[in-house]
């Protein structure tokens, strides 16, 4: 077989990009799935929110990319905080299912709501100005925001790994995942916590969403499209481990880009055709735990 | 019966002398109605022991005093804070440190990260060093998963993870149950010691004799009620009914 590096660096730098995503969104759904026990269904809403906050604030406030990278997160965040009181911390205790059928609702009326809008078509968001351009790598053109996009992602994912692998407050946050009562009667303040763990997985698909604006454009339906793969990703990958949700997105997303070099025809299904096959043999996914 | 012991018509908000008064407790576990309205105290740097037949309600007596069964009434005072109706990380907070019966270590910390996990609500909690001296063990199992430890490691693990946190009030459910005698006896010891040093300990235990090794004082519980108390120096006139209650 007659092998062109260069397109074949190509899909896999678009594979990259694309595990990026794929491994924010799902280290979010994963953090938010130990912590609430819900299966967040509204998370693509969320992250087409991150990417609209970016919008936002550029062209209403004049606010550029790199303050959009901490305030939209933030924002999010905060209105993933407001879902999390004013409804989520309700069904603390029922079955999963009725998490995911008020996140999928939320999740549609989000969307709705910007549709209705902003209709279906995309918004232009400018590539800021330091990361215009690109490299020449002599085997392949490497366009400079894309590179940092995926450097950028890793960083966040290996830092939000650290945070809960390696710190006192993951500490908490794991025990709190296995024995909510027993962390709380040890004076920690558990109801607190599970609400900002939600607003750090919203937080976490807002800035995807950001870094996601200037490749993708803006769309209401921006979300839609990817969440479906993003769940695929996450019973690939299994619930229970966040550095499983990290390797999982990135493996996926390169193993979409290979497939897109060597059988495009397959591209955008073989995700879903390994998800079947992990289903078969391993139902609790890769890494995961048997809930 | 020593009726000063039970004091069930002195007003708990009067008493000074206790760190723990509890009236007219009662909890249920959803529909069902466990504790049927204990009164007991506990006074300064005592151990006392709740007593009785699985099932009588003396764990869940523990845990409704921390605040984490589903519904609870009655008045608990502790150290003049009537904590009846407070959340169990405010009670935690105020000094009160549980070790479950089940343990609870977590599968997912290490053993350090399992030690170091319940947060200090006062100054004063022992140090590792100390922790490490009554525990040599854990001191060479830091870095293994919590679950790896053995039973008795793991209940080691249990109790010096709240000796850190400056509580002097502890609630002990069933220590030993379930473990070799000779780590018993280690226990029994920590426990001894910690008497000394002036914590103040509520144990729950099914094994009388260990319980009769560091008690001061006894409550016998039965369907979710205080039937009996005495010192430990009435334990010998007390011999033939302890039985009876405990049917053993």
């Known amino acids: 077989m007659d092998i062109n590096l260069q397109a074949l660096f190509a899909q896999l730098l678009v594979g990259l990009i694309n595990g990026s995503f794929y491994a924010l969104l799902s280290l979010g759904l994963a953090v938010i799935f130990g912590m609430l026990n819900i299966i967040n269904f509204a998370h693509g809403a969320l992250y087409m929110m991150g990417a609209f906050c970016a919008y936002f604030l550029l062209n209403v406030l004049g606010i550029g990319y790199w303050y959009a990278l901490i305030i939209a997160p933030i924002v999010v965040g905060l209105f993933g905080i407001l879902l999390e009181r004013t409804m989520l911390q309700w069904l603390s205790g029922l079955d999963h299912l009725y998490g995911l059928l008020l996140t999928f609702g939320l999740g549609l009326i989000i969307q709705g709501v910007f549709q209705n809008y902003f209709g279906s078509s995309g918004l232009p968001y400018a590539i800021p100005e330091e990361l215009r351009g690109g490299i020449n790598l002599g085997f392949m053109f490497l366009p400079v925001y894309r590179g940092w996009v995926v450097v950028f992602s890793l960083a966040v994912c290996l830092l939000t790994w650290f945070l809960i692998e390696r710190t006192q407050l993951g500490a908490y946050l794991r025990a709190a995942t296995e024995n909510p009562t027993l962390v709380r009667a040890f004076g920690i303040n558990v109801p607190r916590m599970i609400t900002l763990t939600y607003g750090l997985g919203v937080g976490l698909a807002a800035l995807a969403g950001v870094l996601s604006a200037p490749i993708n454009q803006v769309r209401p339906l921006m979300g839609a499209d990817l969440i479906i793969v993003v769940f695929a990703v996450v019973v690939i990958g299994g619930m229970g481990s966040i550095m499983g949700s990290i390797i999982t997105g990135f493996a996926l997303g390169i193993i979409e880009g290979l497939t897109k070099y060597f059988y495009p025809e397959a591209s955008n299904t073989v995700v879903f055709v390994l998800m079947v096959l992990v289903l078969l043999i391993k139902p609790a996914g890769l890494t995961g735990r048997t809930a | ?248």
């Open chain 2, 1 to 248: 019966m020593a009726d000063t012991l039970m004091a069930p018509h002195r007003s708990a908000a009067a008493s000074n002398d206790t760190v723990l008064s509890v009236r007219n407790l009662q909890a249920w576990y959803g529909e069902s109605h466990v504790l049927h309205g204990l009164d007991f105290d506990v006074r300064p740097g005592e151990v006392v022991t709740l007593l009785g037949r699985n099932g009588a309600g003396k764990s869940t007596t523990l845990k409704a005093v921390m605040g984490i069964i589903g519904k609870r009434s009655g008045e608990i005072q502790f150290e003049g804070n009537d904590i009846s109706r407070a959340s169990s990380d405010r009670i935690a907070r105020l000094g009160i440190a549980f070790c479950p019966e089940e343990r609870g270590i977590f599968a997912s910390l290490d053993v350090r990260e399992n030690l170091m996990l319940p947060p200090a609500v006062r100054p004063g909690g022992l140090s590792l060093e100390v922790i490490f001296e009554l525990f040599p063990n854990l001191r060479e199992r830091l870095k293994s998963q919590g679950t790896k430890l053995s039973g008795g490691e793991q209940q080691m693990l249990a109790i010096a993870r709240i000796l850190r946190t400056g509580a002097r009030f502890l609630m002990l459910d069933e220590p030993t149950e379930g473990l070799a005698p000779v780590i018993i006896q280690q226990i029994g010891h920590t426990i001894a010691r910690l008497k000394q040093q002036g914590f103040t300990i509520l144990l729950v235990e099914q094994n009388f004799r260990f319980a009769a090794t560091v008690a001061d004082r006894y409550y016998v519980v039965e369907h979710g009620k205080i039937i009996d108390g005495f010192a430990n120096s009435e334990l010998e006139a007390n011999m033939e009914k302890l039985h009876a209650y405990l049917g053993v």
